[in-house]
C-alpha cells in the first residue's frame, strides 16, 4: 500500500520517510556496496522547504539540487537515496520543461554521484542506446533493453541520465549484471542532478513509442489510471522495496 503524505512541513516529512529506513545498497551500483539507502518523496519535501512564492525554483539548478538531494539522504541517516515511482513532481520540476499537468514520474529516481556504474538487473537485447545532446529535460546517455524475460512488469528497462561514454551497442545483448554505463554529471546527463532514472515498461507501453523513441518516450506523463500496469515499479528489480511514498499536496 502506497503511503499518502499530505501539505507537510519538512521536519514532518523527514520524520515520516524515516520510518522505512535504512536499506542495503541496490545491487546495481557494484561501487557502492555497502552503503545505506533511504525512500524519499522529494515533491514533498521540496513543497515545505521551498514554497512557490513566484521566484525562480532553485531545484532547477542541477547542481544546488544535487547538494538538496546529499543533504536530505544524510538527514535520513544514509548515504544515497531512491524514490519518486509514480510521485506527482509539479511542485518539484516547477518551471522546468513539463507542460502543466504533464508531472507524474514513470519510473524511480536512484540518487548516486557521476561516474558510479550501472549494472543491468534483467538481461535482454539492447533495443536503444543513444548519448542526448539536448539539455533543460533531455536524457543525455540513454539506454533501452528489451528483457528476454519480463520480470516485476518489466518487459523493456530504461536507464536514463547516464554518461555518454560507455554505452552498448544497439543489438547488443547484455547479460544479467552486465555493466549498462555510469551515471553523468548535469552537463551529460540532459541538464538534471545526477542520479539514475530507471523505467520499467511493458510491451504496450514500448510499442507506443518504439517507432520515435527519442521524440516520444519521456520520464513523466499525464495522470492516467493505468500507469502501474504500463510502467510498473522498478525498484524490486535492484533490491529495493517497492515504492510506498505517494504525494498528494493539493
Keep these: 500500500m502506497r503511503r499518502r503524505i499530505g501539505s507537510i512541513s519538512a521536519d514532518f516529512a523527514i520524520v515520516s520517510f524515516r520510518s522505512s529506513i535504512v536499506h542495503a545498497a541496490p545491487w546495481i551500483f557494484p561501487d557502492l556496496a555497502g552503503t545505506r539507502w533511504a525512500p524519499v518523496g522529494l515533491d514533498a519535501l521540496a513543497r515545505a522547504e521551498f514554497p512557490d512564492t513566484g521566484s525562480a525554483n532553485p531545484l532547477n539548478d542541477p547542481w544546488f539540487c544535487d547538494g538538496w538531494v546529499r543533504g536530505v539522504a544524510a538527514r535520513l541517516s544514509a548515504d544515497h537515496s531512491w524514490g519518486g515511482w509514480l510521485e506527482d513532481r509539479s511542485h518539484l520540476w516547477r518551471g522546468h520543461y513539463l507542460p502543466p499537468g504533464c508531472s507524474i514520474h514513470l519510473g524511480i529516481d536512484l540518487n548516486v554521484p557521476p561516474g558510479v556504474t550501472v549494472l543491468t538487473p534483467l538481461a535482454g537485447q539492447v533495443m536503444h542506446a543513444v548519448a542526448c545532446q539536448a539539455q533543460g529535460g533531455g536524457w543525455g546517455g ?28 544497439p543489438g547488443e545483448r547484455l547479460a544479467k549484471g ?53 510502467f510498473a515499479d522498478p525498484a524490486p528489480l535492484v533490491g529495493l522495496p517497492p515504492d510506498d511514498i505517494a504525494v498528494d499536496d493539493r
Excluded: I, K, M
Design 178 to 230: 552486465a555493466p549498462v554505463g555510469t551515471v553523468g554529471t548535469p552537463e551529460a546527463n540532459g541538464g538534471w542532478y545526477p542520479h539514475l532514472h530507471l523505467q520499467s515498461l511493458s510491451t504496450a507501453a514500448w510499442e507506443a513509442v518504439r517507432h520515435a523513441p527519442d521524440t516520444l518516450l519521456d520520464g513523466y506523463a499525464f495522470p492516467a489510471a493505468d500507469l502501474d500496469r504500463r
Design 142 to 169: 540513454w539506454v533501452v533493453l528489451r528483457a528476454d524475460t519480463p520480470h516485476c512488469g518489466a518487459a523493456y528497462l530504461l536507464f536514463g541520465h547516464l554518461a555518454h561514454e560507455g554505452l552498448p551497442r
